[in-house]
T-cell receptor
């Protein structure tokens, strides 16, 4: 069955360091992968989308890589700030409709 | 990004009653919207796909007679939890969009 795995343990890092979050998937051939940020009690907010034919995408302090051979995406936040503390979700989609399948999310804590 | 609103943001109801949650796309039209539920510290679980002008598509294990979905216009989808029970208490979130999804702020339902 399809599975999307994110590290369920919280990631604690020091302010200014680079945070790296991992998303692995099995039994899935996504056309694209997305990353979302979710704060407690709020809906997820879209961050980045990367397509299967793209290796890397950047947006300000964010960088996403997508390796369809390894079936893995890495999400980096450089120069992290306490305000980056949140849960980050990866989601996979296909070209058959707009439905997304979400991973379990990883909570990031950036300490000052 | 696009804006999706939900109403109410929170609701407390008695067991056996029904609750309606509205999801509106404020600045775009959505032929398809998605309804999720989320338990504390867990990821989003897709409940159903709401299709404008036609029946919703429910995920396996979701009772269509209990979670009634109506998508009467291109900007409004509603989820009605019928005969609510305490186990229906959860955080309900809707989304709409193309590849990237725009999420509503969520509705916290508590059934006493």
């Amino acid at each position: 069955s399809q599975k999307i795995e994110q590290n369920s343990e919280a990631l604690n890092i020091q302010e200014g360091k680079t945070a790296t979050l991992t998303c692995n998937y099995t039994n899935y051939s996504p056309a694209y992968l997305q990353w979302y940020r979710q704060d407690p009690g709020r809906g997820p907010v879209f961050l980045l989308l990367i397509r299967e034919n793209e290796k890397e995408k950047r947006k300000e302090r964010l960088k996403v890589t997508f390796d369809t051979t390894l079936k893995q995406s890495l999400f980096h936040i450089t120069a992290s700030q306490p305000a980056d503390s949140a849960t980050y979700l990866c989601a996979l989609g296909t070209n058959a409709g707009n439905m997304l399948t979400f991973g379990g999310g990883t909570r990031l804590m950036v300490k000052p | 990004g696009a804006v999706v609103s939900q109403h109410p943001s929170w609701v407390i109801c008695k067991s056996g009653t029904s609750v309606k949650i509205e999801c509106r796309s404020l600045d775009f039209q959505a032929t398809t919207m998605f309804w999720y539920r989320q338990f504390p510290k867990q990821s989003l679980m897709l409940m159903a796909t709401s299709n404008e002008g036609s029946k919703a598509t429910y995920e396996q294990g979701v009772e269509k007679d209990k979670f009634l979905i109506n998508h009467a216009s291109l900007t409004l989808s509603t989820l009605t939890v019928t005969s609510a029970h305490p186990e229906d208490s959860s955080f309900y979130i809707c989304s709409g969009g193309q590849n990237e999804q725009y999420f509503g702020p969520g509705t916290r339902l508590t059934v006493t």
